[in-house]
């Protein structure tokens, strides 16, 4: 527990009375006294603050000055289409290797002379790392160690940040800007991971407990952490890395193809050109072998990370390990991710092997819960 890094926000943490836990290296808020039910169901009806300081905030600048540089850049390394983002617009993409593996998935933003990139905590220092190794030649690679992260997450988060940010309201999903609150520079994007309306809010260390505060001060605000974190997510279909998504699953595999714009695909205007193009062009066109897909086990017990999943022949061959499961309060039952053979279809049944007894469980659409964005 000594080598835990702390976020500025630590102190607050333990004021509100959090369970703290080691989380990719840092000492993390699990839950508050509320409890993880109710910070999820929260979350859904009203708001809630989730400190995400330890996530990696990455500047990519081109040393030419030109934001289309560093966007051509970045499309080295990534298979979406970077130079068709408009400026002051985020959007969702991963780092791939050469077999086709997810080395991690990031946000980009196209801040209009620079990207700002927002990587997953454990994988930070390795993203930091290839994204200087393979782009230093054309680009300033900076990790900026001096801001916090702030989510605010949930229908009435809007009149919460508006009430301290005021144009907060004027932004779309996935828009992105500076803005100013009692002195303090602010970059906000609206967007985040558990399927709600929301924002993600960059601030100066010295300020993010200031700022928390105000948020947490405003009616229907409070405070979430990680167990919520994941069920609402899980619930929003969204993957954690290294959970299911790594290097040996493709973007196509983890049903991702979404983010893989046409300008990258077969046909498109930049058409490859990043690590694994052959294997994800490939089964872009083919289909793969297997696919992430949602799974809702019958019952009322959860089915956890790791449980084998069968077919539904005599004896059950094995077909599958959920990567992710447990229980949605928000759909009052549970739900799993794994990677099942894409022969299989929405409505099928399978079954979990729950410490020995066979559990029936069918393959479902994702989200599990409607999303909630603001378009």
Known sequence: MTDLKRTGLYDLHLRLGAKMVPFAGYDMPVQYPMGV?????????????????HMGQVILRA????????ALALERLVPVDVLGLGVNRQRYAMFTNDAGGILDDLMVANRGDHLFLVVNAACKQADVAHLKAHLSDDCEVTEITDRGLLALQGPTAEAALSALVPGAAAMRFMDVGSFDWQGIPLWISRSGYTGEDGYEISVPDTHVTALAEALLARTGVAPIGLGARDSLRLEAGMCLYGHDIDTTTTPVEANLTWAIQKARRTGGAREGGFPGASRILRELAEGPSRRRVGLRPEGRAPLREGVAILDAAEGGAQIGTICSGGFGPSIEGPMAMAYLPSSLKEGDTVWGDLRGKRVPVVISPMPFHPTNYKR
């Open 63 to 70: 040393k030419s000055g030109q934001v289309e540089d560093a």
């Open 37 to 53: 039910m109710k910070e999820h169901l929260h979350t859904r009806s009203a708001a809630g603050l989730f400190d995400v300081g």
